[in-house]
């Protein structure tokens, strides 16, 4: 059976979002108006507004509220990513986009008409704890190390903990928490809190440097101390959260595929453009084996993370929550990438390695992306077990 391809509205939305990037957003890489975290919230909205009024805004929700087909979403996350503003301009960036898409396969109508919505019209960037210091030893690829512990207390819920890594937090208006609860079985069980923001009972402990800078309010540790939640804001049912993270999760490494997919081919147009300008020994750098190779090595690593993220969608849109194919393609997309990106600095010398062009922060926030969602190690290591498995249940009978 031939695998589903995008229809031709999700075709023709991608190339109106390529060209509202390439035309009205890219011009903006050179705004001034960013710290060393991130764009500013001001450049943000201003971008946003011209994606509002091109009708672009949030492309990969329909205006009833459903979402694209992941097939189709990778086409128009790839054309998002083009430049690393983007997916910022178009609301279609992390860790906003996955946790619209938690929240519109979970949350209540209530819940969704207070958090969701505000995120969908693109008015409120959210945040998603899970991650905890690790010099705590709280949690982090092992989301069973949570230190951060939900007690009820009446109509209300008090939550206290450490969380690492909460990627867009400073100036985020809403926020997923995740914290252990006691579901009386004495296991291991969590869940997931939806959470109005600011709050004086979480504070800004420091955003540490990272080497990415593409996301509003940085990285933030911070502290929740005391923190009280109406049962109402209860994302999903109690001690779910293990469950709802990965509903949340498989897509989400995905979508990270395909907005890196198009930052990669960015590099690799400007890369390009300039081996086939720039002179060198007496002829075009294009001609120079060793240049060449490289950049055709990256139209292979292009196309094979290409086909590797239209493998995972058709996977997630066929009802599966794609565990182990998110994890492949994530793994085969990420270093895939990488690749591309360090060779097109390769390529350009000096100039790869200088501001002159997006390429150098292309090139960090690639590197970046094989730590998001799961490092590589532990996404192999988790494969590594799946094969044990089911060497376990086909090969009982071998010597």
Avoid at 43 to 63: F, N, Q
Avoid at 141 to 167: H, N
Avoid at 294 to 308: G, P, R, S, V
Wanted: proline content about 5%.
């Amino acid at each position: 059976m031939a695998a589903a391809r995008p229809d031709e509205d999700a075709v023709a939305l991608a190339a109106r979002v390529e060209a509202f990037v390439r035309e009205q957003i890219i011009p903006y890489e050179s705004d001034a108006r960013r710290d060393s975290h991130g764009p500013l919230d001001s450049l943000v909205a201003e971008m946003r507004d011209k994606a509002r009024a091109a009708g672009l805004l949030t492309p990969h929700i329909r205006a009833d509220g459903s979402h694209l087909s992941q097939r189709a979403t990778a086409r128009v996350l790839q054309a998002s990513g083009l430049s690393p503003l983007g997916p910022l301009a178009l609301n279609t960036a992390a860790p906003d986009e996955g946790n619209m898409l938690l929240l519109g396969s979970v949350a209540t109508a209530a819940q969704k008409a207070h958090f969701l919505a505000p995120m969908v019209a693109g008015n409120a960037r959210s945040a998603f704890l899970m991650t905890e210091p690790a010099a705590e030893g709280g949690a982090g690829s092992d989301p069973s190390m949570l230190q951060t512990v939900a007690v009820q207390q009446g109509d209300e819920w008090v939550i206290s903990g450490r969380k690492a890594f909460a990627t867009g937090f400073a100036g985020a208006k809403i926020a997923i928490i995740m914290a252990r609860t006691d579901d009386g079985s004495g296991g291991i069980a969590a869940t997931m809190f939806l959470v109005d923001l600011p709050d004086p009972a979480i504070r800004i402990d420091r955003i540490p440097h990272t080497i990415d800078s593409s996301m509003p309010g940085g990285h933030a540790i911070v502290t929740i101390d005391g923190l009280r939640v109406p049962v109402a804001n209860i994302l999903g049912e109690p001690h779910a959260g293990f469950k709802y993270a990965q509903v949340r999760l498989s897509p989400a490494r995905l979508s990270h595929c395909m907005r890196w997919l198009g930052s990669a081919m960015r590099a690799q147009e400007i890369a390009s453009n300039y081996a086939c300008r720039r002179e060198a020994f007496g002829k075009k750098l294009v001609d120079h084996e060793g240049v060449g190779f490289m950049l055709a090595e990256n139209l292979i690593d292009l196309k094979q993370a290409e086909l590797m993220i239209d493998w995972c969608a058709d996977v997630l849109d066929g009802g599966s929550l794609g565990t182990v194919e998110s994890s492949m393609a994530k793994v085969a997309v990420s270093e895939a990438l990488y690749r591309v990106a360090d060779r097109c600095i390769q390529v350009m010398g000096g100039t790869g390695v200088s501001g002159d062009t997006v390429v150098e922060q292309i090139f960090r926030e690639i590197r970046a992306f094989r730590i998001y969602d799961g490092p590589t190690e532990v996404h192999k290591w988790s494969l590594a077990k799946k094969i044990k498995r089911d060497h376990a249940r086909t090969d009982r009978h071998s010597a």
